[in-house]
Nanobody
Framework: QVKLVDSGGGLVQNGGSLRLSCATS????????MSWYRKLPGKDRELVAA????????IYTDSVKGRFTISRDNVKNTVYLQMNSLKPEDTAVYYC?????????????????WGQGTQVTVSS
């Protein structure tokens, strides 16, 4: 069965950094695209970043471009989100999502599995 376990959240000061990890199992990780979503307080979940099977292609929501980097390790079956220059408005619960596929430079979740969520809080 598909299992996604995300971790790495915490409390960080404005301008700080965190790295989120999502350990996966139950599917052929290297054949699927993966993504990170977040749920800001009072808002719906939104796509933060996505990555194709090899890590060659990535997409980011405009608000995190230049600050966040999604990456993957196809040996460890793990996807990461490196978050730098964090801002209070990044405060949210972050969720790993997959498996997905890549098409026309867009991410699509084929089966819609989610990690349990990891809280990121950025203080001002």
């Amino acid at each position: 069965q598909v299992k996604l376990v995300d971790s790495g959240g915490g409390l960080v000061q404005n301008g700080g950094s965190l790295r989120l990890s999502c350990a996966t199992s139950g599917f052929t990780f290297e054949t699927y695209a993966m993504s990170w979503y977040r749920k800001l307080p009072g808002k719906d979940r939104e796509l933060v970043a996505a990555i194709d099977t090899t890590g060659t292609n990535t997409i980011y929501t405009d608000s995190v471009k230049g600050r966040f980097t999604i990456s993957r390790d196809n040996v460890k079956n793990t996807v990461y989100l490196q978050m730098n220059s964090l801002k209070p408005e990044d405060t949210a619960v972050y969720y790993c999502n997959g498996p997905g596929y890549w098409g026309n430079n867009e991410y699509y979740s084929s089966h819609d599995y989610w990690g349990q969520g990891t809280q990121v809080t950025v203080s001002s």
